[in-house]
Each structure stands twice: as structure tokens, then as C-alpha cells.
């Protein structure tokens, strides 16, 4: 299915983007299956928490800076080079905090709650293709594994706000499970869209159907329907990351801190965590599924082409994942929130329609093979 | 009622429930300590869901007793007091006692005094517009409005210190004029800023004004009657949003505020956008009396009549009322002769501006509840006072 979509077979992409790793086959090499499985496992589990830590650490950061631009100030600049450092301390700070529960809060779900968010989180980098050989796990049903944690995070919100005791907490968790819960129906659409398109619901897959030039980006590629799923895609994954204009759950000017207004120390820095940490995978999904993921933008000009190839995949993946994510603080920073209401019928009025619409007319422009532009 | 319901106690200011929704309806606490209520003001929300049945807002958390402290020392001394109420249009405050002292005592005003107030008053009502715009848009969840606002506010609060020493509690009126003379650059630094109030309006308009949410969530909101903000004692721009024509500055004129051409911004439906457009109409209004009063602006002559030694009011009432940015501020003192006065009262628009609030309030949502108090535009200490 894959290899009819473009000019390389199954075979040449299997030779140009081998699938395996050169640490995992040294590893393969030298220990035997189920040894090798394990020792190969905790390596990427060790980089997955370094990874998802650091990079949670540097959005942070990055968030302060770039609303700072925004705001006409400066931003963090006093701890380490260019105030790199500040959420280091910060966090450091939360750390060393009592971590304070509120009298007649349900003690296990109160202390459960925090750590469903940064789990789903965790469980969805796994599937994240940064380059051809550098993804921890490639399902088949990478996508729908991917929809299943997604969805798994709102647990955690619901679960908090029950929890917490609190009247803000509850109006805030149940704000945010009616918002994930609706829009989480279109961003499964758009999903489904780039599986129909691609053939695969492997992450890897949908990337390598991606290939040739930068029209062939599933953004670009599907006239119009690409294009529109990639907006609709925007939104849904700015409700679902609960960041402004959808940030009703935790509207600080009327709910304080909705959800996690109970939450201090550890606690909070979970839901902080996992809310950045989320950001990176929204992204990371984007730029695998609309924008060629790992691949390397081709612009059909032999030379500037072969400059291009040279930079590594991961490197244009990251490159690609900074670009949406500073889309995402470029909204958050411009727009005023939605109401409650405004939120729901946005999603089931307009959002669900047109992605069903635009679902059905890709459906039929692929039978009929139209792909190109 | 069932016996449930009458063994419940309710917060203080509501009745039982009798809109058949007994048992659905809770009470949420806003406040003191909120992010949205502008300082310490409580509310009390009766809520079904994310509905808003009643509204009671519990002011007091800063009252300071400043009318009473008003008896107990002289109208002059009483003057400073007043930047206090309503920290955001302070020269209005004490320009409604200023005013009361020289009708008293029959005071001139020169007129390069008239022109320094007019053109602090409009410049004050221009800054704390644009500080009430910052912080709408932050109320609404667009934080960045805020610090745009603040840049404007801080080029008129620097104007303020230049002129007078002080960037809030400014104490530079006084009765006969004004305390000093203004600095030698004032008209140029009064262009400067009209230049750029000129252009901060126009990038407003461009970022939150046209934009979308800001339509959708504004329109139709907390929609005021015109009848009920005449008997609420409503005033400044929430009565004028509501239809209501009357601005102290045209109707009730004082100072030199009849030589200045100048409209007076309506609305129609009463809502929140009318109210938020109407603030934005007179900030474009007052630059006009601003370019007005520049033009005029005598260029040399004294800034104080003779000082007297004391001010004591005759025996009597008196009142006063200015157009403060928030609406109709006045000052209501009753003299026995003596060099105290017997009787403060300030009227502080605010006040009536949020006994509004449960009124329009009810069966819009809970995020709205903050769209309208924040579109009410209030000053929690002019309310404590």
C-alpha cells in the first residue's frame, strides 16, 4: 500500500531508512534475545526520562521567554545563561515544599490523581518517531495506542478535582472532562484522516508515506482536505493540552487554578510537568503526521536538496517540533479565553461536522487516487 | 421547604431558594482573595452548575473610615485623603473639594490652573481607561492586553511625577489652583503622550476589540436597562453605555470644561461590549479636549490664587460632583463655620456601579460574572472608603 504511494518500493525505503538503531544492534549482538530486549528497554526508558524531563524543563523556559516578547518584558535572565537555569530552581523549590492536602480530601485518589497525567505522557513519547531509527516502539496501531493515553490524561484532571474538596477544583474538572471529551472526537478524526491517507496507522509509516518533495507532506498533499485537517488538528490539540483561548479548565480569572488549585509542591509540578510534556508530544504528533516528520524538506532542486539531506533526521524533527510549539505560545498569548459554553458548541456545531465532512471528501479523493495537489 | 432546606443556613443576603431549584443550587465564595475581583471586594455566588442565580458582593475589607476621619481635621487637610478613595482618578477626587472650597469662599482660579486640571483630569481618565482596558482583557484571559495597557499607563503616571513628585496619590490640586507650577517641557511631553495615546488606540482596537472571543463573549452580557441604571444611581461610562446621556462634564458643567468641544459616547443594548466600546470612545474623546486645551494652554501666568491662612467653609451644605474616570464623584460637606467640617460624604461612583451587579448578573455564566464585574470597572477602596 505504502510503496504504490510514491516513487520508492518497500524495499529501497527499507534500505534508505533502516529501522534499527546501531546501540540496539550492538546490544542484539552481544547478549542473547530476551537479555538484549531488557538491556535495550531500560536504555530507552533511562533516555525517555531524561529526555521528557529536560525537554519539560527547557518549555518552560521557553514559554517565559517567548510570552516575555510578548509582554514587552525581559523574561527570566538571572539564573544560569539566559535565565536557562530559572526553572531548574523552580522546580527545585517545588520539590522542597510541604506538599499540603486539604482537610477531608480523598487521600488515595488526592495523591493518585497527579500521576496519571505525566504517565500518559510518558507511555505516548514511546511511539514518537524522531528519526528513522530513533523511536522506542513502533505498533501498528501506533495511532491508536497514541489516542488511548491521550485520552487517558483527562483521568487525572477529573480524578484531581473530585479529589481536591474543593468547589474550583470540581467546576474545573468538570469543564475539562466535557472539553476533552468533545474535542477529542475531531483530533481522533484527524488521526483517522492521515491513516486513510497513509495506509498505516504506524507513526513510522506515516511519515515515510510522506516522501518526496514538501508537497508531499500530508499538510499540502490531499487538496485542501490535508490543509484543513492540519487546522482543525491545531484547535482540537490546543483544547486537549487545555492552553488558551481553551484553557477553561484551569481560567485562573474565575476558577483560580481550576483543577489544581489544591495542589502544591510535588503534586503541582507533576500536572506542570506533564502539561509541557504534552505540549512536545502534540507537536511531535503535528510534525509527524502534517509536516514529514524525520524527513528532511525537499524542494525539488538537486543541490539544495542534497545540503538538506545531509542535516540529520532528528534535527529536522526537532526543528519542525519547535516550530508548533511556538505556534502553541504564539496562541496562548494573543487570544482571550472562550466560554464554557462557546467551547462545546464550537466543537459540536462546527469542528465535529467539518471534520467528519472533511474525512468523508478524503476518503473519496483517495479512492479515486487524488493525492497530489 | 422542606426541612432540609430550612435547617441549612445561608450566606448572609440570601433568601431561600423559591425559583424551583431548591436542592440544585450552591454557593460559591469569590474573594477576598481572587485573582478577578480587582483587589478585596467578596462575592457570594449562588450557582446551578456554571449558572449564576444572585450575586451578594460583600465590600469592607479596606474601609479605612475616611469620611469620618474628614471630621476630625480641616477641608485641607481632608484634600490628600481623598487620592485614597479612588486611587485611579485622584485628581477628580480632590477636584470636586477644591471646587466646593472656592464656590465657598468665593476663590478665583487663574487660568493657567483651570488648563493644568483640565488637562491632568482628561490625561488621569486617559490612563486609568487604559489600565481598566489591560485588565479587561486579562479578566477575559488575554493576559498580554495587560502589560500593554501598563506601558500607556506608565508614560502619563511619569508625566504625574514629573509634574507633581507622586505617580498615584498625586495631592496637587488645591483650593485656588493648583500646588506648583508646572514644569517647563509639559506642553511638549503632553503631545508626546497624545502621540502615542493616538496610536495605542488604534493597536487596541486591532488586538482585542475586533477580536472574535472577545465579540462573542461580550455581547449580549450583563445587558443593562436603561431604567434600572437610572435607579441604581448608576453613572459614568456603565450609565452612558446603557443610553443614558449624561456626563457631569456637558450637563453639570464646572471648571473651564464648557470651552472645549467634545461628544459624549452612547450605548445602546446596555451590554458588556457597550460598556467596553464606550470606554474606548471617551479615551478618543478626551484626547480631543486634550488637543483642545494644549492649543489654549496660556503660556505664562499664575497657577495659585492667594493663599489664605485657613480655609474654614461658612456655615451650610455644599456639594459637588465631577466626572471622575469610574462616573459622577462627589463630595458632600455640611459646616458648622468652624475650621472642621461637621459632615463628610463621598458619593463614589463605584458603589453604585456594583450594587448593580446581582442584578444584571443573574442566568449569565460564571465566566461572565467576571466579563461584568470587570466591564463595571470598580475600585474596591472607593467603595470601602
Known sequence: MIASLHSLTAAELAARYPATHPVGDWVRAHLAPAGAFTVNALIALALTTVFVSLTALFLVWMERKVCARFQLRLGPNRVGPFGLLQ??????????????????????????????????????????????????ADPQGGLVYLAAFLGMGVFGVLLAGWASNNKYSLLGALRSGAQMIAYEISYVLCLLLI?????????????????????????????????????IFIISSTAELHRAPFDIAEAESELTGGFHTEYSGMGFSMFFLSEYANLFVASGLGAT??????????????????????VPGCVWFMLKVYGLVYLYMWLRWTFPRLR????????????LPVALGNLAVAAVLVALGWLLP | MSALESSIVLPPGFEPATD??????????????????????????????ETVLGVVPHPGYVHRGIEKMGENMSVLQYLHHTDRLDYLSSLGNSLSICLIVERALGLGVPERADYIRVILCELQRIASHMLWWGVFGMDLGAITTFFYGFRDHELITQLFEEVCGARLTLNYFRPGGVAQDVPADFLAKVQVILEQTRRSLDEYDRLLTKNVIIQERTHGIGVLPAATARSYGCSGAVLRASGVDYDVRKHDSYSIYDRFAFDVPLGRNGDCFDRYEVRMREMAQSVRILEQAVAQFPAAGPWRSKELPQYKLPA????????????????????????????????????????????????????DLVTILSSLDIVVPDIDR
Open chain 2, 20 to 49: 424551583g431549584r431548591e436542592g440544585e443550587a450552591y454557593y460559591l465564595n469569590m474573594g477576598p482573595q481572587h485573582p478577578s475581583t480587582h483587589g478585596v471586594l467578596r462575592l457570594v455566588v449562588r450557582l446551578d452548575g
Open chain 2, 316 to 367: 451650610g451644605s455644599w456639594f459637588r460632583w465631577v466626572e471622575a474616570a469610574r462616573g459622577a464623584f462627589g463630595t458632600f460637606i455640611v459646616s458648622d463655620g468652624s475650621l472642621k467640617p461637621v459632615r463628610i460624604k463621598n458619593r463614589s461612583p463605584g458603589f453604585s456601579n456594583l450594587s448593580v451587579l446581582d442584578e444584571i448578573a443573574r442566568g449569565a455564566k460564571l465566566a
Open chain 1, 195 to 231: 491513516v486513510l491517507a497513509s495506509g498505516s496507522a504506524s507513526t513510522r509509516d506515516i511519515v515515510l508515506a510522506q516522501q518526496g518533495t514538501v508537497l508531499d507532506w500530508w499538510l499540502f498533499k490531499l487538496p485542501g482536505c490535508g490543509a484543513l485537517g492540519f487546522i
Open chain 1, 289 to 310: 503526521l502534517f509536516l514529514g516528520g524525520f524527513l528532511a524538506p525537499q524542494f525539488g532542486f538537486g543541490p539544495l536538496d542534497r545540503a538538506l539531506e545531509l
Open chain 1, 87 to 136: 526553572t531548574l530552581a523552580d522546580g527545585l523549590k517545588l520539590f522542597l515544599k510541604e506538599s499540603f492536602m486539604p482537610r477531608e480530601a480523598d487521600f488515595f485518589v488526592y495523591h493518585l490523581a497527579p500521576l496519571i497525567p505525566i504517565t500518559s505522557s510518558f507511555m505516548v513519547f514511546c511511539v514518537l518517531p524522531f528519526d528513522h531509527n530513533i523511536q522506542i
Open chain 1, 340 to 351: 464554557v459554553d462557546q467551547l462545546m458548541s464550537l466543537e459540536w456545531k462546527f469542528l
